[in-house]
């Protein structure tokens, strides 16, 4: 039976903070079938977990072949992942956008035709605003370049990336193209970074980088010398003669001066934490949030958003975003991560982060039927774990749907300069 919170909460327009959608044209005319898009997002690490072969994962993704045989070579995979996090996101898509209760391979072949329906032009901002019921999404495409998205200007924001800097990958025939500028020293290195930030700062929403899965996310300061030399060994050795320390040395460099233009332009710096995408490579030492305390300490001014809720390091990331005025945590991807995990910790931050610092949801897919599906999951998990707090009396359902507006959409417009990159975007376009 639905209650008034269960009513609030899917009336909220949900600010969706973190997705790599790909474009309009993609999804029309290099979109999924049907199998793809239901297994499309990321629940294939669980099917290969759960035994899922090399061969069958390939089938599964080939259009090419017979929709019930790659199905049925990747069944009993999914009988064992159905229940996870990533297996219930494709159940929902499943059940609302191709009309499956249950999946089979017969009933997911007759269910193709389906797919020219949702593949067309409009229906990916219709599936996002209008029965995701999303605000907006804010999406890292891997790139600086913060240009208007003409299929939904104010919808469709996008995250200037830092990824390579923080990874001390330096393409100087890239930063050339885009700023015009040669980078042959540190300073001329300086004057690029600023550039980027001058010439797309003002139509993106926040930073973002994931260098996480490429090496540690302990950072430490670095004085110019050391940068400089560092720079020096990048621009004249082959790449795969460039040692760790050296990548990781100008890395923390290049990360420093993002963090320092963030700060002039008032953008956001979302930083991946905490779990890996895919299978067997994730060393977990790099991915605790703790890592980066002489960062925030260095840098009180910025707004650092630790993204995944650090999973695994949960708990950490609580006593992270209550010490520090400049950390907030961004439950992204988390609800499908571990759904039980995600809810108990934002029961903990309930009693004892301030609300403000909190952010509810992000995606983290490419099509927007996976993002639709992880909206609607996030939904039924803050219900869930705000009935709890009801249930033993921490708060009043009034104090938990005032609670749910500002972590699904207030907080995140007063830490991002929603209004005022709309604004830019609608001078750009």
Request: proline residues 3%; glycine residues 4%.
């Amino acid at each position: 039976m639905a209650t008034d919170l269960n009513n609030h909460i899917q009336s909220i327009r949900l600010v969706d903070t973190h997705e790599h959608m790909r474009r309009e044209n993609d999804w029309v005319d290099n979109g999924p079938d049907i199998l793809q898009d239901l297994f499309g997002n990321y629940v294939p690490a669980d099917l290969i977990t759960a035994g899922a072969t090399p061969q069958a994962m390939q089938d599964l993704m080939n259009p090419s072949k017979d929709i019930v045989q790659r199905f049925d070579a990747i069944r009993d995979a999914w009988e064992a992942t159905q229940f996870t996090g990533y297996g219930e996101a494709v159940s929902i898509v499943a059940k609302n956008i191709y009309e499956l209760d249950e999946l089979t391979g017969q009933g997911i072949a007759d269910a193709q035709d389906k797919v020219k329906d949702i593949r067309t032009k409009g229906k990916r901002l219709e599936i996002l605003r209008d029965i995701a019921n999303l605000d907006h999404i804010q999406t890292d495409d891997f790139s600086w370049n913060c240009a208007p998205d003409m299929s939904g200007p104010e919808f469709f924001l996008y995250d200037l990336s830092w990824a390579n800097f923080c990874n001390g990958n330096i393409d100087t025939k890239a930063i050339n193209a885009e700023t015009g500028i040669e980078v042959t020293d540190l300073a001329t290195l300086r004057n690029s970074i600023e550039s980027i930030f001058a010439k797309h700062a003002p139509c993106a929403i926040a930073v973002k980088s994931q260098h996480a899965y490429n090496r540690t996310l302990n950072w430490t300061e670095r004085t110019d010398t050391e940068a400089s030399k560092a720079l020096d060994k990048v621009l004249t050795k082959p790449s795969e003669e460039i040692d760790v320390d050296t990548r990781i040395c100008l890395g923390d460099w290049c990360w420093a001066r993002g963090v320092e233009q963030t700060i002039e332009h008032n953008l956001p710096f979302k930083i991946h934490t905490g779990y890996y995408a895919g299978n067997n490579r994730m060393p977990v030492s790099r991915i605790p949030a703790g890592n980066m305390c002489a960062l925030f300490s260095r840098y009180l001014d910025a707004k650092f958003v630790l993204m995944h809720i650090a999973y695994p390091y949960n708990d950490e990331l609580v006593a992270l975003a209550k010490h520090y005025r400049n950390i907030y945590v961004d439950f992204c991807w988390a609800w499908s991560i571990d759904p039980y995990s995600s809810r108990d910790f934002l029961r903990r931050c309930i009693h004892a982060v301030p609300s403000n610092k909190l952010f509810a949801f992000g995606g983290d897919t490419g099509w927007p039927t996976s993002a639709m599906a992880y909206a609607i999951q996030a939904r039924r998990e803050i219900q869930r774990a705000l009935e709890a707090e009801i249930d033993e009396g921490y708060l009043t359902e009034k104090q938990a749907m005032e609670f749910a507006t500002r972590f699904m959409n207030t907080n995140q417009y007063e830490c991002f300069d929603i209004h005022g990159t709309r604004e830019n975007i609608a001078k750009a376009a």
